[in-house]
């Protein structure tokens, strides 16, 4: 019996060294990445993930990856306002940076879909980004060209113990899904400060910055920090009536048509990246409620500085333009979420931006210079 317990008690041990060993490992600030049970990381998923992410062979022209949009040497963003797909075809919306997005609780600026899995899928079959339709067999068009490939039937063997054959766009996903579980950054000057105890990692105007952050401008309520790490997120939608006037004087025929055509069962994702006044509509399209429309995804805040531009439509390419937005609150509408006129000073608005500064994790910081 003594045996027995003395094993369960290593056990323990052995499990709780491990699960600190892995916290160790995480940048500072960042809580465990959320892994799903049918997904588990493992090295060779990863490396062959990121291959998959890069691969420009899976899109109609032959010049669009994954990687097109979300670059890792621009902070897995493209720099643009409208993400750009084949044949240099604009979308309507800012692409977000990948960055973090393992942390996300939903995906796309809508949140039409729940995982990085299912999340994957889409641009490949979207018309304006990688173009995938009829004529190339939709996500066939990319088995077929792992199957051919001199390289990706090893791995797939490998990693997911299946053979050519039993190659599908699941398996495909779930390797790029698990490279994207990698793309994280924290160790930022303020996780520094906030998380590391270094008082001097902020400067004087970044540390009244945060003070502004968390009490008169309010930012604290929807890009959260919490006292063990920061997401800069609150994971939920809001309307800040950014293009939110292009559409209104149109609004009661759009949504009309959009709800006609939910009840056809037409794929809204094409409607999303393919028309403007369809892309204002914002989280309504998703869920259908009233309360939604023209309503966003919070994004992280961290690396802000170097993801520009901002907002869903990619409309303001400035951290000042974004600021003045939050001060005058936001554009008003019929819909507007939860800003409030903020009356900030022209100073306390530098030193909000003085703390977004220091949002910037030290892998990226050299973006920040350019």
Known sequence: MRNVVFLCFLVITFLAAGSALSQERLPLGLPPVPIPEDNPQTKEKIALGKKLYEDKRFSADGTVSCATCHDSAKAFGDGLPVAEGINKLKGTRNSPTVINAAYYTSQFWDGRRPSLEEQAKDPFLNPVEHGLGKEQNFHQFII??????????????????????????????????????????????????????????????????????????????????????ALFTDNKFHNLGVGFNKIRPKLRKLVKEVKMSQKKGKAMDESILTKSDVSELGRFVITGKTSELGAFKTPTLRNIAVTGPYMHDGSMATLEEVMELYNKGGEKNPFLGSVRVLNLTDQEIKDIIAFLESLTSPEFADLDKK
């Not at 766009?169 to 579980?181: L, M, N, T, Y």
């Open 144 to 229: 077929d060209i792992i199957r051919k490939d001199p390289d990706y039937p090893k791995a797939f063997r490998q990693v997911f113990g299946v053979d050519k054959k039993g190659i599908t766009i699941d398996h495909v996903v779930k390797a790029i899904a698990s490279f994207e579980r990698t793309v994280i950054s924290g160790n930022s000057p303020f996780d520094r400060y906030k998380y590391g105890g270094d008082q001097n990692a902020l400067s004087e105007s970044a540390k009244r910055g945060l003070g502004l952050y968390l009490g008169k401008a309010r930012c604290q309520e929807c890009h959260m920090i919490s006292e063990k790490y």
